[in-house]
Each structure stands twice: as structure tokens, then as C-alpha cells.
């Protein structure tokens, strides 16, 4: 029978073996650290230090010490030598030896909080009233025009605002910064401008444009009957939707536009010669809402008449040119797609009148560079893993891909859609031209640069190298999103944190995809551990409440998801009509959160009637 002091023998080697390990491997990285900013040299150091009690398999030496009542190692990301050095000293003084001597310079948990709190406070300004983890909002293209948007956001809580450079031009985002800077001074809040650039993403190329049609279809019950007006947008070309909501866009001359006024009505005559008649409401920006209780369908040049609400005719008019319909190819599994070089338009199928298939579909990407890395029998995804295809065949302009997943009925494949090669060994990285271009607006306007699609230590040595053609102080975060920069994710922590602030992005839709679904709740944790042993603050991004925010009612899963994200130091919103009300409910779960769990660490808040066998929430309502 094995004994007690044998028992805590075995688990003093186990850590001693630990502690000499992870020396060795700083001694090896000795060079990395030190190039790092002062700031992070300590940092650097505990990240090394993680790293080295990772390399070892200690599943089973966590459960003797629990066994035994002592710390497990279960949470010590941020202070890893002095935790291994105390538990050390308290199984010396069972055995009756000599505690260890003190190392200098490795970071106590009391410091290692300080440490992050100091790192997420230089990204992300500081944090709201009662909330530690920060809330950034991607914010739409209208709230250059729409300063109350802003403001309220800013008063529900955003704390960062973020530019996609990917949508939108530098005209747009200078009135947006200029609106966030005037909501910040007056509400004397510091709300941070983070700003994305695009990077080399993979897409699908353009469609064959289709007729200059739009159908427009008020939302209708299961009896037939509608429910919902179908929304329409009535402006000058040049004036689009200022939000998701409206099914179409009829564009009219600024003269005509100067008329319209709430509660006229629009008369036309449909391309089936079917009446159809627009209620006019009320004024938004440069355009007014329409609404339709029929289905239409109306083409450029379609006639219009404007009538007063006394059904007087004032002025007539005609639709302005309008955008083709979107085409798309319908891929079922066991079809083949073509993706080829040539920027040539996509197509569907083409059979001739005995369906006898004559033509595969096919359609361009964005990056044909990518064609001579990828290899047969490697997967391939689109449009955010909806269609899942194997490569069959690599030539040098062209892929032939077969259809393994879609839809039953048919999976539609429009342009501008993500593509993944999740296995294939792409050497795409980096800046590109336009990320370039718009660095320029960014170094100069912008708190923080968003970089996308990060591969390697290389792509963010490229950036720095850009920056260095500008007089800026701009903070980086690190968008990790493939599997690469997931594997790398040392290597380039560690090279960015030759410069401060940074931080990394969870960017966790192309990630899922690019890792497996099986496999993206652990590298999400793992990315979360690794950020903590670094102290770089990171953001938990993509999907956070999108249900709430694009269609005002939350799912289950994403409040759950919502209510996970309070671990990380700050949490992204994605724009929807609903966005102001994704913001309210997010920072009440946050705040509400955080008396249960710091990060990983559980909390356990008083419950009121627990000694009488009841259980409460009331107390933590905020």
C-alpha cells in the first residue's frame, strides 16, 4: 500500500520535473522574449511558461492533488511559475523540507490580474459602470447620418464601435468616427474606433446579372392572409436603405422624391398588369418608407402616380434603373461546380430540352492564387459551410468540385460568398492592395486596426512594417480565424507584442469551419487560456445574440453563448435593425454574469433561502 509521504513524493517529482522543464524551454525562447516591449516581459515569459506545462499530459496529477485538497492547476493561466513554485513549497513543508526560494520576476495572481486590467484598459479605454468585460458594436454604414444611433448605442453600453473597411468608403467612415467622437464627449465616455481591414479573403466571384425586376411580398399566414405590409424604400438612386429591413428599393428622381409626403399613396401597374398601390409613412434621412399589402413585381421604367390622401393625383413619375436580380446556382449533393480563375460570371447548370446536362455550373473566386496550392481530394466549403464539396480534379485555371452537403430541395450559391479550404496549405497571407489603401485612413483615424485572416509571425511583421509609414500609436488585434494562425498563435502573440496595445479576436465563423465543428469548442477554449497566460485581452466575436439583433427575438443557444462570453475581455455585436436592443440585453447578462464567474474562475454570490432549502435569483437582477 502505497503511503501518504510516498504519495506526496511522487507529486513533488512530477512538479520539480514540471518547474525544470519549463526552465529549459524559456532558456530556448530566450530570444523571442526579449525583443518583446517592455510592457510584455513578463507576460512573454509566463506565455512560455504555459506553453511548458502544456507540453506535459497532467490529467492524472491534477486529480491526486484535488484528492489530497491542494491547488489543481485548473486555473493558472496567468501566473503559472509562482503557482508551481508555491505548490511545490506546501508539499516540501508536508514532507518536512525546506520551502523553495523565491524566483524574481515571475508574476504573483494578484499581479497577473493587475496585468491584464492594465492591457484590456490600453486596447479597449475604460470599462462601463458595474460591467468588467467591454461591448464592441459593428456599427451599419447610416450611422454617419444617423447620430442618435450612436448616441443611444453608446448610452446602452458599447464601449468600442467598430468600421468593416470591407463595406462602405472613407467619405462614410469619417462621418461615423465624427459621430462616435461627439457621442463620447458628450456623454464623456471613451468609446474606442476599431476598424477592420478586409484581408485576403476568399469569395465567390460575380453572378450573370439577371432582369432589372424586384418582387415585392408582404408577409402572408398559413390561410393566405397578410400579417405584414411588405416594406419598401422610396429615395434618389444614391440614398439605399438605411437598414436590412425594407424588401426593396424604388428609386426616383430628387425632384419627384420633394412631393412625397406622409400619407400620399403610389399607383402602378405591375409587369402583369396588376393594380398595385404604396402607402406612404413617414421620413427617414433622405428617403421615406412605403408599404405594400400585394405581392408586385416592378421593373425600371415602371409608371408611377403620386395621390394626396384625398386620392387627388399630384405628379407622375417612373421607377429609375434598377439593380439586376441577384442570380444564384442550386447545388444538390452528387452536382459538380466548377471554380475556375477566369473572372467570367458564374452560371447554373445548363441542360438542353431533353435534360441532358450540357454545361456544369460554374463560377469565379476572388483569389486565384490559391489554385496552384490546393490538391485533389481536399474539401472545400461555401458560404459558411451550408455547401460542402471534395476537390476531383485541379488543372491549372480550373476545379471540379463535387457536392457532398446541401439542402434536400437544393442549396443556393450566390456571389460574394466564403469559400474554405480547411486542409489545403494555402500560401494566401497577409496585407493586401486595398488593405493597404485603407490603412492609410486607419492609421491616422482610427484607436485600433483589426487585422484579418493572421497566418503566421509574418503577417503581423507586414503590419508593422505598413504602420511604420505613418506617424501612429494605433492598436492591433489579431483576428484568428483559420487553422493556421490557431496552430501559430504563440509564434504571433509573441511577435506583436513588440508593440502595445494588442489583442486578439476570436473570429469564430471562419474558425469553426476551418477547424471542424467538432473540434472549435476546444480551440475556442484554448485560444482563451492562451490570450489569459499571455495577458492579451480578447474578444469573443461572430453570431453573439444575431438572432436578437436582426429579428428582435433571441434563441436559447445564443444567450447561452452570450452568457459563456463574459470570460473574454470584451464581446462583438454584429449590426441588425435590432441592434440597440441586442446591446441593452447583452450588457445585463454580462453584468449578471460576472457575479458567477471571473473569467473561468466560479464565483459563488449569497443565496438568501438557501438554508432554507429555496433557491433565488431576485437579488441579481441589475
Not at 488 to 514: C, H, K, S
Not at 525 to 552: M, S, Y
Not at 599 to 619: C, Q, R, V
Request: hydrophobic residues 35%; charged residues 30%; aromatic residues 6%.
Amino acid at each position: 500500500m502505497i503511503t501518504q509521504e510516498a504519495k506526496l513524493q511522487t507529486l513533488n517529482h512530477q512538479i520539480n520535473e514540471i518547474i525544470i522543464k519549463i526552465k529549459e524551454i524559456e532558456n530556448n525562447y530566450s530570444d523571442e522574449i526579449g525583443k518583446v516591449h517592455p510592457i510584455y516581459r513578463k507576460s512573454a515569459l509566463n506565455l512560455v511558461h504555459y506553453l511548458g506545462l502544456r507540453s506535459f499530459d497532467i490529467d492524472h496529477l491534477q486529480d491526486q492533488l484535488r484528492d489530497l485538497g491542494l491547488p489543481s492547476l485548473s486555473n493558472v493561466e496567468a501566473h503559472v511559475m509562482k503557482s508551481l513554485l508555491t505548490i511545490s513549497s506546501i508539499l516540501n513543508h508536508l514532507l518536512g523540507k525546506p520551502g523553495r526560494e523565491k524566483r524574481k520576476g515571475i508574476i504573483s495572481i494578484k499581479k497577473s490580474k493587475k496585468i491584464l486590467n492594465r492591457n484590456t484598459k490600453l486596447l479597449f479605454g475604460y470599462k462601463s459602470k458595474k460591467r468588467r468585460t467591454r461591448i464592441m458594436v459593428t456599427l451599419p454604414g447610416s450611422a454617419g447620418d444617423d447620430y442618435t444611433l450612436v448616441n443611444h448605442l453608446m448610452n446602452l453600453g458599447m464601449n468600442s464601435a467598430r468600421i468593416n473597411c470591407a463595406h462602405d468608403n472613407p467619405a462614410t467612415w469619417e462621418k461615423m468616427i465624427a459621430n462616435i467622437r461627439q457621442s463620447s464627449d458628450k456623454l464623456t465616455k471613451s468609446c474606442k474606433v476599431m476598424m477592420d481591414l478586409g484581408g485576403p479573403k476568399l469569395r465567390t466571384g460575380s453572378m450573370q446579372p439577371g432582369p432589372k425586376i424586384i418582387h415585392i411580398k408582404p408577409e402572408k399566414d398559413v390561410k393566405g392572409m397578410v400579417v405584414n405590409p411588405a416594406k419598401i424604400w422610396i429615395a434618389p438612386p444614391d440614398f439605399p436603405p438605411p437598414d436590412d429591413t425594407a424588401l426593396a428599393h424604388i428609386p426616383v428622381s430628387e425632384e419627384w422624391f420633394k412631393n412625397i409626403k406622409r400619407g400620399d399613396s403610389i399607383h402602378l401597374t405591375d409587369t402583369r398588369d396588376k393594380k398595385i398601390k404604396f402607402i406612404i409613412d413617414g421620413r427617414k434621412g433622405n428617403g421615406r418608407w412605403g408599404y405594400c399589402y400585394t405581392s408586385a413585381y416592378v421593373s425600371s421604367g415602371t409608371k408611377l402616380k403620386l395621390f394626396k390622401p384625398d386620392n387627388t393625383e399630384k405628379l407622375a413619375h417612373e421607377v429609375g434603373e434598377l439593380l439586376p436580380l441577384e442570380q444564384h446556382i442550386s447545388l444538390k449533393i452528387n452536382d459538380y461546380l466548377i471554380l475556375h480563375k477566369d473572372p467570367m460570371p458564374g452560371e447554373p447548370a445548363q441542360y438542353d430540352e431533353n435534360a441532358k446536362l450540357l454545361h456544369h455550373a460554374h463560377i469565379s473566386c476572388t483569389l486565384p492564387e490559391i489554385f496552384k496550392d490546393v490538391k485533389k481530394g481536399e474539401p472545400v466549403f461555401f458560404d459558411d459551410g451550408k455547401i460542402e464539396g471534395i476537390i476531383e480534379d485541379v488543372n491549372d485555371d480550373e476545379l471540379l468540385i463535387k457536392i457532398t452537403y446541401a439542402k434536400d430541395t437544393g442549396s443556393k450559391l450566390k456571389a460574394d460568398k466564403g469559400i474554405n479550404l480547411p486542409d489545403s496549405d494555402l500560401k494566401v497571407s497577409g496585407l493586401t492592395e486595398k488593405d493597404k489603401k485603407d490603412l492609410e485612413f486607419v492609421a491616422v483615424n482610427a484607436d485600433t486596426v483589426n487585422l484579418s485572416f493572421v497566418n503566421d509571425e509574418n503577417d503581423v511583421q507586414q503590419l508593422f512594417d505598413e504602420l511604420t509609414k505613418y506617424e501612429t500609436s494605433v492598436g492591433i488585434i489579431l483576428k484568428i480565424e483559420t487553422q493556421k494562425g490557431f496552430k501559430n498563435l504563440p509564434r504571433i502573440l509573441l511577435r506583436a507584442m513588440q508593440t502595445f496595445p494588442i489583442g486578439v479576436m476570436i473570429a469564430r465563423g471562419d474558425l469553426a469551419i476551418e477547424t471542424g465543428w467538432k473540434n472549435f469548442a476546444s480551440i475556442q477554449e484554448e485560444i482563451l487560456r492562451i490570450c489569459e497566460a499571455a495577458h492579451i485581452p480578447d474578444v469573443w466575436a461572430t453570431q453573439v445574440l444575431e438572432n436578437l439583433a436582426k429579428k428582435g427575438v433571441p434563441s436559447r443557444a445564443e444567450i447561452t453563448d452570450a452568457a459563456m462570453a463574459q470570460r473574454a475581455e470584451c464581446v462583438m455585436l454584429n449590426k441588425g435593425v435590432y441592434i440597440e436592443k441586442a446591446v441593452k440585453m447583452l450588457d445585463k447578462i454580462l453584468r449578471r454574469m460576472q457575479r458567477f464567474q471571473k473569467k473561468k474562475e466560479t464565483m459563488l454570490p449569497k443565496l438568501d433561502d438557501a438554508d432554507k432549502l429555496y433557491l433565488s435569483h431576485d437579488k441579481f437582477n441589475i
